[in-house]
């Protein structure tokens, strides 16, 4: 998702003509030979082979009493409820009401969203608006099992949808800092000013690696390189997570935080936003890939799949990379959550009608204002087998596993979980150390 804040103002450090060389230093190819749209890189395959990926090992053990729950929990749910679980809609289109109706699984607020379309909603509205979503995610339901909520959010340079919150630079001002501790020290900050106003999943880092100055969101990215991405992916997540093992790991000052996006996002053809990375496999899996790896072995919980394409396949279908890269070479046991309506770009789909995407691995369809209709069509090909039910039930498991692991069946309310407020002052000290590139 792309959020332009209202009010932002994003402070950059100046970068020396020596650092723009850093990609020929660093012996990857230079823009022309990866990007370029050559006869060559726009008839490559759109498959991607595994195999010739890097192996990973997972370093989360597996809970066995949380898998328990979980078998306890699906074998309860009904496919209507299993249908809402995978379904996201933004809080302008939807009602605490539709979330007890339609058992949705998730919420989200887009860039223009707001509690009481109010834009400069105080966080007590937040709040507010928090409790009433929960509420109506618990409200018992017969003999259906209550499964709690989770709210997203695009936090991705501060709390910056909320008037009020500390902003941070952009990211492209971050990657000139070449400071890994200072984004820990951002996403910690901004972990507990979402805690705060009752949410608890943000849709960051961005680990776009920009090849094309001309692209759009260029400003979203660490730098053209993929070595600073790579370096700050860990710390940042850290930050917003907590460390694995940690008593606070997804909870208390911390919440869930999102890779995105899979994979491609800044190496479109001309630049093009939501377009066409046209290249071979190789520099795709090199230069676009590595700031995921340490993403997924700091523990972070979920994957945005981008709106962008690879060889004209949009990764919203690709299976090959969706399931087989990342789901089962890379072993992530996280979920894969959809960008805004992306589902509806897949060939053949549109936003409202798309198991395609849900076949090829995803797990979580932003539907922010498609919701109703793409719920009717997904339980309608759940229950004729267009959507096979092992693949429903997978993607469920994987959004019940990461409620379970951040305790959201056991924390209440959001109002019943808040910290010992935020500490603005100390916030706003490490934005400013922020615009001075950690000085």
Known sequence: MMIVPRGAVSVLRAVSLAALAWPLALGIAPLSAATDGSAAAATASAEANA???PQRESKLAPDAAIERRIDALIAAMSVEQKVGQIIQADIASVTPDDVYRYHLGSVLNGGNSDPGNRYNAPAKDWLAAA????????????????????????????????VGATLFPHNIGLGAARNPELVRKIGEATAI????????????????VVRDDRWGRTYEGFGESPEIATSYA????????????????????????????????????????????????APLRDLFSPPYLPA?????????????????????GNRSLLTDVVKQRWNFDGFLVGDWNGHGQVE??????????????????????SWKELYRTTLAHAKDGTLPMA?????????????????LFEAGKPSACLLNTSDAARQRRTSRAGAAGGA
């Open 348 to 369: 053949g789909c549109t936003a409202t009608d798309c198991a395609a995407s849900a076949v090829a691995g995803l797990d979580m369809y932003m539907a922010p204002d």
């Open 234 to 281: 860990a710390p940042l997540i850290e930050g917003l997570q907590g460390k694995v093992g940690d008593s606070d790991w997804l909870r208390g000052p911390h919440i869930i935080a999102t890779a995105k996006h899979f994979l491609g996002d800044g190496g479109t053809h001309a630049g093009k936003d939501q377009g066409d990375a046209r290249m071979a496999e």
């Open 51 to 53: 195999e010739l990926w």
């Open 296 to 316: 997924l072995d700091a523990g972070v919980q979920s994957v945005m799949v981008s709106f962008s394409s690879w060889n004209g396949v949009k990764m919203h």
């Open 193 to 208: 000013e979402m805690r705060v106003t009752g949410l608890d999943w943000t849709f960051a880092p961005t680990l776009a």
């Open 131 to 162: 409790d009433a979503f929960y509420a109506a995610s618990m409200k018992p339901n017969g003999k259906l099992p209550r499964i709690p909520i989770i709210w997203g959010s695009d936090a991705v340079h501060g709390h910056n949808n909320v």
């Open 391 to 407: 693949r429903l039930d997978d993607a469920v498991r994987r959004i019940l596993r990461v409620k379970l692991r951040a305790g």
